[in-house]
């Protein structure tokens, strides 16, 4: 309850100086209206339905980039986990494709896809892809070898030391790249829209800033920041409930 009411509080403040800010004439209400008056913008938006339909869309191409990329970025994990010699192989190319800027992909998803969903999905899955790849590649490297020696030594099947094993050990490092990955999914959901056109929240903010609706486009970012913090926050439920064997999860819970 303390840190829902210092989160309050923190909000309060902001509030604060955002409706201050503008009204001393500090900053031009040109370029930052008072926020009673984004608030009411913001309440008009929410009552609508073209603001629910843009949000949907961005969700949508969230929810299917984030998927694609966890499940491709496990069972690639996994695999090199598996084969000998595959992570030395393997370690100088992700090392060099993982830099590259998911931004700097936008020409090449709107040669194959235009302004579709499509581009929205080519540069969510890559910039997801490794934050999920490169904890899974910590969580199978932090597998005790001597446990992983002894049950080798019992002929345990590759199946039952993935699932006994291999599994519970990176299953932190899977959710901690889970929880990155939703946070970088949602960036580029959004900048992808914003920058390509794709249908959704970011078109939205860019029609509104191209029309000179200032308190529109303050708006739908606060839209977009409410809806990165139910993100976030639902990744932790789900973390929290997968990993309350865990003692980093068991040390959360007040005594």
């Known amino acids: 309850m303390r840190d829902i009411a210092y989160g309050i509080l923190g909000l309060g403040i902001l509030f604060a100086v ?7 004439g500090l900053i031009s209400r040109d370029f930052l209206p008072p926020a009673d008056e984004i608030l009411h913008t913001l309440g008009r938006d929410l009552a609508g339905r073209e603001l629910w339909t843009a949000l949907g869309e961005t969700m949508r191409a969230w929810a299917i980039g984030l998927a694609i990329a966890f499940v491709l970025a496990l069972a690639l994990g996994v695999l090199i986990d598996a084969i000998p010699g595959a992570r030395a192989a393997t370690t ?3 090392e060099f494709l993982r830099p590259i800027p998911s931004v700097a992909l936008i020409p090449l998803a709107t040669l194959l896809y235009g302004a579709d969903l499509g581009s929205s999905l080519l540069l969510i899955v890559y910039a997801s892809f490794w934050q999920v790849l490169i904890q899974v590649l910590y969580g199978v490297a932090d597998v005790d070898p001597v446990a992983r020696d002894t049950a080798r030594s019992y002929r345990l099947s590759h199946w039952t030391i993935l699932r006994r094993l291999v599994w519970p050990t990176a299953l932190p ?8 990955a939703a946070a970088v999914a949602f960036i580029l959901a959004v900048t992808a829209e914003l920058v390509i056109g794709s249908p959704g929240l970011g078109l939205q903010i860019q ?4 029309g000179g609706a200032v308190a529109e486009v303050y708006a739908l970012i606060a839209v ?3 809806t990165g913090v139910a993100v976030n926050l639902a990744v932790r439920q789900l973390e929290r409930r997968l990993l309350s064997w865990h003692p980093s999860v068991r040390g959360e819970t007040p005594r």
């Open 224 to 226: 977009a920041g409410l």
């Open 18 to 24: 955002a409706e201050a800010v503008p009204r001393l």
């Open 173 to 180: 490092y899977v959710m901690t790249g889970l929880r990155l």
């Open 92 to 94: 100088s190319t992700v």
């Open 207 to 210: 029609l509104a800033q191209s």
